[in-house]
């Protein structure tokens, strides 16, 4: 069975191989309806007699931005290419090569040629901005009251919840299913919610008793965070998406971690809080 990465390399791959199509064949509203297996056929067959027929040097097409020198796309430096755009070029070039070749482009063919391209590293390794102790603001341990930090906590990440939110994963299943710029708009909500708790927590004074585990969940948020930012890149560079829910995943198992030792180190120094005290959100659902 294919991984998750080769399934959604390949959507993108029919995208692209979309977007041929219709540059060089005109709008898909002229093909025949009646015969969708035949229009594809003649389509494919045209291409492999000659991939560049009736296109002029620098025709403004999917194919041209990639072949033709003078355009925009080809004058770009191979930094400035995004992951999608280096992806397309390559897949162009892999498709035209077998094209030409006279090869059959079956299903084996397109899954080797996704395969080869899977090798590359178009997505950077997951980065995100990482504090040190340095970062944080650490006081005495006779000036440091760990009661008081933990209800600080509470009410810090009580400030920073913004309404209207919603929980990340459904706000980006449902971009997906609709793809309305709307809904992938809402994670901007949760990028403030996660900037604001982390500037938050940088500024909230920490002994060396519990600095290591603070600094841990500032770390943890700043994954998630970034994960979050990954999300919202999906519809112009779905290539640097494309592993984003795993990205995702990881970062918030390590900030449910992080919490969890918060907790077990206020239970350690018997530390409790009442129902209507702050410093009882970080024992729910942990």
């Known amino acids: 069975m294919p991984s998750r990465n080769i399934i ?15 540059t060089q064949y005109g709008n898909p509203s002229s093909i025949d309806k009646q015969k969708p297996e035949l229009a594809v056929s003649e389509t494919a067959s045209s291409t492999i007699d000659n991939p560049l027929k009736n296109q002029e040097p620098g025709a403004d097409s999917a194919l041209g931005a990639f072949t033709n020198p003078n355009s ?26 077998l094209t030409q070749s006279g090869a059959t482009i079956d299903e084996t063919a397109q ?13 950077a390794n997951f980065t995100y901005k990482k504090y040190t102790t340095s970062n944080l603001s650490i006081v005495s341990s006779s000036k440091f009251d760990l009661h008081k930090y933990g209800n600080n906590i509470g009410q810090i990440m009580t400030r920073n919840t913004i309404n209207g939110s ?20 809402k994670l901007d909500l949760n990028i ?27 770390n943890a948020m700043s994954k998630v965070l ?13 290539i640097a998406s494309m592993n984003v829910l795993n990205d995702y995943s990881t970062s918030v ?15 350690k120094n018997k530390i409790s809080f009442s129902q209507n005290e702050y410093g009882s959100l970080l024992f729910k659902g942990l």
């Open 253 to 267: 198992d390590d900030m449910k971690k992080a919490f969890v030792e918060l907790k077990n180190y206020m239970t």
């Open 72 to 97: 925009s796309s080809s004058n770009k430096n191979e930094a400035d290419l995004t992951p999608t755009e280096k992806f397309s070029r390559d897949f162009l070039s892999g498709y035209l090569a």
């Open 8 to 22: 959604i390399l390949g959507v993108v791959c029919l995208l692209i191989l979309g977007t041929i199509v219709y």
């Open 226 to 238: 970034s994960a979050i930012k990954e999300m919202k890149v999906l519809n112009s560079d779905p």
């Open 192 to 218: 403030a919610e996660y900037e604001g708790n982390i500037q938050d927590f940088l500024k909230e004074p920490v002994d060396q008793g519990v600095s290591t585990i603070h600094l841990h969940i500032i």
């Open 166 to 185: 919603e929980y990340e994963v459904l706000v980006f299943s449902n971009y997906l299913k609709s793809q309305d710029e709307s809904e992938i708009k």
């Open 111 to 123: 899954q080797n040629l996704i395969e080869s391209l899977m090798q590359k590293d178009y997505v």
